[in-house]
């Protein structure tokens, strides 16, 4: 296919010779949306900030290829990756009030981004920041500029975030929670943006979230992450009408859902996510695991197609039941 | 009614909780946020009222106001035959020991300094006059209640999981056997998996002790599961206020409708659903609201009466009250 | 952390101030010469002199005094001094704080309001009014020190008062009517200790310094009671005819200041409630 714009192969990244995500491989196409989801502690933040090359300094990378757009960057150099962020790859945060500057006008900020990245004239880069402002739905854009981030809401700020981010056009825009601290209202409105922004932009998006609500609404693909790796993925639909794991079928069976009995008893996974300094050994969710068996705590499983779709799982019980 | 049968375990009548608005050089007075503007609400004896609304529509407030974290400016909080809202620090010492509270944060909500044992056995301490053995021996039983080991009574919270905290949290609050808990986003602060724990330890524990729950939370999916009647509240006022099944189904007011379809849910995603209705704009600012409807501003129906008279709440069919003009049960008036 | 537990430097300082204690407790035992007891027939002796008392290792002073002695003497004075300005600061400082932060509205700006009143008075002229009104005395200089620095402990101990105060845990010991003694006592207290020690190392240092130069002005302790500012202040006038007697006490000021400056940065990161949570 030649629509792939961004291509990573068994990625791994290691912090004190021990490997907190491991093994990570997907493929993007155009204008696509993929969702990285997992709990806290499953090493999807850490995935995403790897693929900018955005690691703290005790962590290492190691990957046999990241492509984007064709172009091999897991060997560019820092001065190399500076270039590629921004233009060709941004990324969007959890907290945007605390992203901006406190103490520039957003409207100062956006020209900064635009200006930094072509050179062109304040004038030039006034315009370009004004429509952008408009194509992220911000009402009087004008006005908007004139004003400091403390004077903006949630919403707005993760608004002038994802328009900074966009400026560029990048082919890959990377969404770290950009939901998670707002209200329902608005993570609605923000994720019908960064959908259309999709559509009609071509930009492919990687969402990283907790919520498999989120994934549901916004998601092409999903990628299930648990203790560093990832133990199931596909299309949307596939996952959530035929969950394979049984981590994704616990996880999606927790949540309370709106139709329905209610004041069931939830479901629940026993236990918590193990440490990454005591992972054990086989398939990681064996500690949780209701159908655990021998191999479980011997082998790791691998990523293999379970079904039509792409649907992959990492579980030895699955590929049992496939034959 | 079966409703007049229930006992009532906490009734709040026109509560308002205003906060002063200080500006210029001196700090003068210039307006008042009406955080909690006239909200009235019952709590039945063994029921879970859940509370909802944005961040900044004054529910926490609400909570804040009933636990007399702050002082009401008006109105009146009726809990074991005491009106909290005015009363002494001896009678809410008295009446506090079955009221209790769960917060958000599990990580704050206990010292860090203290070993987690003390903490929960901090009130039987105050209240009861128990032996040092028999307080070990009631910390102990419910730390087994609340699905925690009997030896862990003497770790330092840092040893424990958000999931295994805000069990200790649970824990503390059950100590002095409270017949109301309120709990402010108990479960916000949680991974899925653990938050379907705590769901239901909080739905055990209210079936085998009877005990009622004021639920505040953002996030309509848990309160749909775990709440028996919901308030909606948006800017400081009651919006809707009826039994989940029915605020769920046949929701009255917009606000209400626009809540409901802004929830992302896998469970929609299987049928052909529709996109969700977008509401444009966002909260206004609690010191300056709309004149009259609050919610006129964001309102696709709204129409000339909603931006000059404030719709009451009325009731527009059995248990099922709303604040809007456009309802069809409130034209007979 | 792993990281200040390889690290040898804070127990090279730490070994530094052990050895200047050991000095002031045992200095009688220590001392090879009294003190006090002039040899006007051996004054301004250079370091390592023999005479018929003994080795005098580090000299002799401007009245014959054995300039070891006189240091080691001295210790206990610097030491004592401030160890007791501190405890006096320290407890009037994070009560007055802890106070404010508790209570706020107009307690804390009455409280905070004299904060700024006592910061404003320079330390040296409220030194000099004290002096002048009661006399000088070790007594005295502990008060005046204790006076005009318990500011910093009441601002450090607002601060944290006010942010531990308004936890869900106060809060939750404030509803279950917890008496406020203890909620002082478990909750707010061992919350706010670890800058509050920092804070007192930090003090500790400069007290020392502070009791150096008020005893060099004359304000401090009273001659013939040895003590660094003091042996400092003489030796000054023979500064190009006896180099040691001002050069010595001034290495081990130096020394046990940065001994103990450095040990308050490293408690600083030790007690660092991020490095303490993993």
């Known amino acids: 296919m030649n629509d792939t714009v961004f291509d990573v192969q068994n990625l791994s990244v290691g912090i004190d010779a021990k490997n907190i995500v491991e093994n990570i491989a997907f493929s993007l196409g155009k204008g696509k949306i993929l969702a990285l989801v997992g709990e806290s502690g499953c090493g999807k933040s850490m995935t995403a900030l790897s693929l900018m090359k955005l690691l703290p300094k005790q962590a290492v990378l190691s990957a046999d290829s990241i492509k984007l757009l064709g172009k091999e960057i897991s060997s560019y150099s820092e001065k190399e990756m500076q270039q590629v962020r921004g233009n060709e790859i941004s990324i969007i945060f959890q907290e945007p009030s605390s992203d901006l500057d406190p103490l520039m006008t957003v409207g100062k900020q956006i020209m900064e981004a635009i200006q930094s990245h072509s050179h062109c004239s304040a004038k030039d880069a006034r315009g370009k920041a004004l429509s952008i402002l408009q194509r992220v739905g911000i009402p009087d854009p004008a006005e908007r500029m004139k004003q400091y981030p403390f004077e903006l809401s949630g919403g707005m700020c993760q608004r002038i975030m994802i328009a900074m981010a966009l400026v560029c056009k990048p082919a890959v825009l990377l969404a770290d929670e950009p939901t998670t601290a707002l209200d329902v209202t ?26 498999m609500g989120v994934v549901a609404e916004i998601a092409d693909d999903v990628a299930v992450m648990y203790a560093g790796n990832i133990v199931e993925s596909g299309n949307v639909e596939s996952i959530f009408s035929h969950p394979e794991h049984p981590y994704t079928r616990a996880l999606l069976a927790s949540i309370p859902a709106l139709s329905g009995e209610r004041k069931q008893k939830l479901n629940t996974i026993r236990g918590v996510v193990p440490d990454p300094s005591a992972w054990p050994k086989g398939c990681r969710f064996n500690t949780r695991c209701d159908f655990a068996q021998k191999e479980c705590f011997q082998e790791i499983p691998l990523l293999l197609s379970v079904g039509e779709d792409n649907h992959k799982a990492a579980c030895h019980n699955c590929l049992k039941l496939q034959g | 009614m079966k409703e007049q049968k229930r006992k009532t375990v906490l009734s709040v009548k026109n509560l308002k909780v205003n906060f002063p608005v200080r500006g210029g050089l001196f700090g003068k007075e210039i307006g008042r946020i009406h955080a909690v503007d006239d909200i009235s609400f019952d709590i039945y004896s063994g029921e879970t009222f859940g509370v909802v609304g944005e961040s900044g529509c004054g529910k926490s407030t609400l909570g804040n106001a009933v636990l007399r974290f702050l002082s009401p400016s008006d109105g009146a909080i009726y809990f074991q035959g005491e009106n909290l809202a005015t009363a002494g ?11 209790q509270v769960i917060f958000q944060d599990p990580m704050s909500s206990l010292n860090p300094r203290v070993p987690v044992g003390i903490s929960v056995g901090e009130a039987l301490k105050v209240h009861c006059k128990l032996t040092r053995d028999e307080q070990k021996k009631r910390v102990a039983d419910i730390f087994e209640q609340v699905g925690l080991k009997r ?10 999981s958000g999931g295994q905290r805000q069990r200790i949290v649970i824990a503390r609050a059950l100590i002095m056997n409270p017949e109301l808990i309120i709990c402010d986003e108990p479960v916000s602060a949680l991974d899925v998996s653990i938050q379907s724990q705590i769901l239901n330890l909080l739905m055990d524990l209210q079936r085998d002790r009877k005990l009622s729950y004021m639920f505040i939370s953002h996030d309509l999916s848990v309160v749909r599961h775990i709440c028996d009647r919901v308030a909606v509240i948006y800017l400081g006022r009651i919006v809707e206020l009826t039994d989940t099944d029915r605020l769920f189904k046949t929701p009255l007011h917009p606000y209400t409708q626009l809540l409901i379809s802004a929830i992302p849910s896998p469970g929609l995603k299987s049928g052909k659903k529709a996109e969700p209705q977008l509401l444009c704009g966002e909260l206004p600012s609690p010191a300056s609201p709309p004149p009259g409807c609050a919610f006129q501003s964001r309102c696709p129906h709204s129409k000339a009466i909603c931006r000059e008279i404030r719709p009451e709440l009325t009731q527009s069919s059995s248990d099922h009250w709303a604040a809007c003009h456009m309802i069809p049960g409130d034209k007979n008036e | 952390m792993k990281k200040a537990s390889k690290n040898i430097l804070p127990y090279l ?7 200047f204690l050991i000095a002031a407790i045992f200095a009688p035992l220590i001392a090879p010469f009294d003190p006090v007891k002039q040899d006007l027939m051996h004054r301004l002796k250079a370091p390592g002199t023999v005479t018929d008392a003994g080795v005098h290792i580090l000299g002799t002073d401007e009245l014959g005094r054995d300039l070891l002695s006189r240091i ?10 401030a160890f007791l300005s501190v405890i006096v600061s320290t407890v009037t400082g994070t009560w007055l704080g802890m106070l404010a932060g508790y209570y706020k509205g107009w307690v804390a700006v009455l ?35 204790g006076f005009t620095r318990w500011p910093r402990y009441a601002r450090v101990a607002y601060a944290q008062t006010l ?30 200790a670890a800058p509050l020690i920092v804070v007192m190392t930090l003090e500790f240092g ?44 001034g290495f081990c000021l130096f020394f046990l200041v940065l001994s103990v400056n450095m040990i308050g940065d490293f408690l600083r990161d030790y007690l660092d409630p991020h490095s303490i949570r993993r």
Not at chain 1, 188 to 203: F, N, P, R, V, Y
Not at chain 3, 72 to 81: D, E, K, M, P, Q
Not at chain 3, 164 to 189: C, G, N
Not at chain 3, 222 to 246: C, H, K
Request: charged content about 15%; overall charge positive; hydrophobic content about 50%.
């Open chain 1, 186 to 211: 608005i993570q609605a409105q923000i994720l019908h943006l960064i959908k259309e922004l999709a559509s009609d932009m071509g930009t492919a998006v990687i969402i990283i979230t907790h919520d």
């Open chain 2, 89 to 99: 620090k001896d009678t809410l010492g008295k009446v506090r020991k079955k009221m």
């Open chain 2, 151 to 160: 030896d862990q009574v003497n770790r330092y919270p840092h040893e424990f």
């Open chain 3, 13 to 19: 300082f730490a070994f530094i101030i052990l050895f």
């Open chain 3, 72 to 81: 080691i003497y001295g210790t206990r004075i610097s030491l004592l001094v």
């Open chain 3, 111 to 145: 409280i905070m309001r004299i904060v700024d009143i006592v910061l404003s008075i320079p330390p040296i002229l409220l030194a000099i009014l004290t002096v002048a009104v009661v006399g000088p005395g070790l007594g005295n200089l502990v008060f005046v020190l």
């Open chain 3, 163 to 192: 942010t531990v105060a308004d936890k869900p845990y106060v809060q939750a010991a404030q509803f279950t009517s917890v008496s406020t003694p203890l909620i002082f006592r478990r909750h707010i207290i061992p919350n706010i």
């Open chain 3, 206 to 249: 400069l007290m020392i310094l502070f009791e150096a130069s008020l005893s060099f002005l004359g304000l401090g302790v009273q001659p013939p009671t040895p003590s660094w500012g003091a042996i400092l202040s003489t030796g000054r006038n023979y500064l190009s005819i006896a180099w040691w007697i001002t050069s010595f006490p």
